[in-house]
């Protein structure tokens, strides 16, 4: 029964230098989080062991009671968190809780509408390189060339030209709030089934500070380990009681074989810390985290699209600095900041260089950074890029790398 630093150093090793790679450097990708040890002791449990093909009551195995009681705790609680009626918690992945309402609500060739790669959305809602793009008729709408913001006038009429069968909000890229009762009116217009994707800001919804589309959707996705800081995995919610069996259908048996219960159970653990008051203060904190950090940019002469956010994430139009995406990722990740670069609305530039790069506090204010702290991270990033600018990092990368330790170790993590 050798640990794992004893079993096997090759993987040992990479796991070590991966945690001190989170240790030590500032963490602003936008969907990346930081779980609890719980959510880590519920992962890397037994339960992995387990097949358990089907969903809790009616499994297609025997020696299921256990596993039953942590997916019925899950779905539960996310039922709970989002005041929705039914929920299936079986996801692998993002992508698949998308593909499930794709399988269960849609036929190959039906026409999808949703926010265009872009303009910030996501590769599942119709990237001519996904299935989702392969598979359907896919009809884009955008974001406002001078406020960046979606324009519902837009939405509505391609809407009505378009007739989708699937009207998708959401996205990766999107800093502002959307208007999900507007986008369910226009639905109903045209009879078309309104899916919300809030993968990004799931956290912001469960912690009251981000409007919720439960209401307005009738079917909701998510991933669990962005904002909403669990395992990486994806859930589908529901109020209608014959979408739910539906997706039940389309993810066991059409897509996935045994649910992966070692992560359905660090998904319950995950939405049982959600539900605490405390969770509340953080979501409320990721918020003021980004607006600080995206105003301080501001300040040092950097653009941010939108012209700020409502949300744990910012894109910032880095053309005032003469620098592009690609360039500004590197030159940070080298001084011991990641994020990654990220096309703006209308980008002049390749989707491997871009004109941007997309910042995120979800995962940073989960180890305790504050506004002051956002503050000191912009200072940070301005230092990089104006030496980027001006051809002298290779005499500063180590100045500020040291900045940027001295900083995160005011910020143990539990691990
Ligand atoms: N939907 C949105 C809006 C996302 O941002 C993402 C993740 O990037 C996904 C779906 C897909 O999630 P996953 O990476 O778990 O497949």
Not at 95 to 121: C, E, H, K, W
Not at 130 to 136: I, L, T
Not at 203 to 218: C, D, I, K
Not at 225 to 252: C, D, M, Q, W, Y
Request: aromatic letters at 6%; a negative charge.
């Amino acid at each position: 029964a050798a640990r794992l630093s004893i079993a096997d150093t090759a993987v040992a090793d990479a796991i070590d230098n991966e945690t001190v790679r989170q240790r030590d450097s500032i963490e602003l990708i936008a969907s990346e989080n930081f779980v609890s040890q719980a959510v880590l002791d519920a992962q890397g449990s037994v339960l992995t062991n387990k097949y358990a093909e089907g969903y809790p009551h009616r499994r297609y195995y025997g020696g299921c009671a256990n596993v039953d009681v942590v997916e019925d705790l899950a779905i539960g609680r996310v039922n709970q968190l989002f005041g929705s009626t039914y929920a299936n918690v079986q996801a692998h992945s993002g992508s698949q809780a998308n593909q499930s309402v794709f399988l269960a609500l849609l036929n190959p060739g039906d026409t999808i509408l949703g926010l265009d790669l872009r303009a910030g959305g996501h590769l599942t809602h119709g990237a001519p390189v996904n299935m989702s793009g392969r598979w359907f008729n896919v009809a884009s709408y955008g974001v406002d060339p001078d406020n960046h913001l979606i324009d519902m006038d837009q939405v509505a009429e391609l809407t009505r030209h378009h007739r989708p069968k699937l009207l998708i909000a959401g996205g990766s890229a999107y800093p502002r709030v959307m208007d999900f009762a507007r986008f369910r009116e226009i639905a109903d217009e045209v009879g078309a089934i309104l899916l919300v994707d809030m993968a990004h800001f799931a956290g912001l919804v469960a912690g009251g500070v981000y409007p919720s589309p439960v209401p307005f959707a009738h079917v909701v996705t998510s991933t669990t380990h962005k904002t909403l800081r669990g395992p990486r995995g994806g859930f589908v919610l529901t109020n209608h009681a014959e979408i739910a069996t539906k997706i039940n259908s389309a993810t066991f048996p059409g897509l996935q074989g045994g649910p992966l219960m070692h992560v359905i159970a660090a998904k319950a653990v995950a939405f049982g810390e959600a539900l605490q008051p405390s969770f509340t203060t953080y979501a409320r904190s990721v918020v003021e985290n980004c607006r600080a950090l995206a105003q301080a940019l501001t300040d040092g002469g950097l653009t941010i699209t939108s012209g700020g956010t409502d949300s744990h994430l910012a894109v910032v139009d880095l053309r005032p600095f003469g620098v592009t995406g690609n360039i500004a990722e590197k030159a940070l990740e080298s001084v011991g900041i990641t994020l990654n670069k990220n096309a703006i609305p209308n980008d002049p530039e390749k989707p491997m260089i871009t004109s941007g790069i997309r910042v995120g506090s979800a995962a940073g204010t989960s180890r305790g950074f504050g506004a002051d702290d956002y503050r000191e991270i912009a200072t940070l990033m301005l230092d990089t890029l104006e030496a980027v600018r001006g051809g002298t990092l290779d005499s500063h990368r180590e100045e500020i790398n040291a900045h940027v330790r001295q900083l995160v170790s005011r910020f143990p993590l539990p691990y």
